[in-house]
């Protein structure tokens, strides 16, 4: 297992590897659904910034607060009523880069047994510092697939 120091480095490393996987794209490419019953390119970087920014929220409640409680949030319902077509993709990016790199200085900053403070999020129950985290870290690598696969699908590089 990853130390937390490692955890949060990988964390950080997302933005670029977010970056790197949309440079190039015309709008008319983030738009695009290629893939059938798929998220564009745009509603994918949406919906990365907008649960990064909770995902944020709910560590730093678990950080400050004494076993807050984290409310669950419907990513088909985020994708449906916020406008994700109509947002600047360059925008999205500074979200998820600022988030992360705030986010990651109070990281830094915590004693290591911060790590196994808890919140109790009303749909999955228990939830450490830690395992949010891991989970915050994953977010974006497991959605670099589906870009990859648009490309692929519209004929761009990787």
Same mark, same amino acid.
């Given at each position: ?80 009523? +916020?406008?994700?077509?109509? /947002?600047?993709?360059?925008?999205? $990016?500074?979200? @998820?880069?600022?988030? #992360?790199?705030? *986010? &990651? ?27 949010? +985290?891991?989970?915050?870290? /994953?977010?974006?690598?497991?959605? $670099?697939?589906? @870009?990859?696969?648009? #490309?692929?699908? *519209? &004929?761009?590089?990787?």
């Amino acid at each position: 297992m990853a130390s937390s120091a490692q955890l949060i480095e990988e964390y950080l490393a997302g933005p670029p590897a977010l970056g790197k996987a949309v440079t190039g794209m015309s709008r008319e490419q983030l738009l695009a659904r290629p893939v059938p019953g798929k998220w564009s390119t745009l509603e994918v970087v949406c919906h990365l910034a907008d649960f990064d920014s909770i995902l944020a929220d709910r560590m730093k409640r678990i950080i400050a607060e004494d076993r807050p409680t984290l409310l669950g949030a419907n990513e088909k319902q985020f994708a449906a009523h +916020l406008a994700y077509h109509e /947002r600047n993709l360059e925008e999205e $990016l500074a979200i @998820i880069e600022n988030t #992360r790199r705030q *986010l &990651g200085r109070i990281l830094r900053s915590l004693a290591p047994e911060a790590m196994a403070r808890v919140g109790l999020h009303n749909e999955r129950g228990p939830i450490t510092l830690e395992n949010l +985290l891991q989970l915050a870290t /994953r977010h974006i690598p497991h959605h $670099l697939k589906f @870009i990859a696969e648009k #490309r692929q699908a *519209l &004929g761009l590089p990787a």
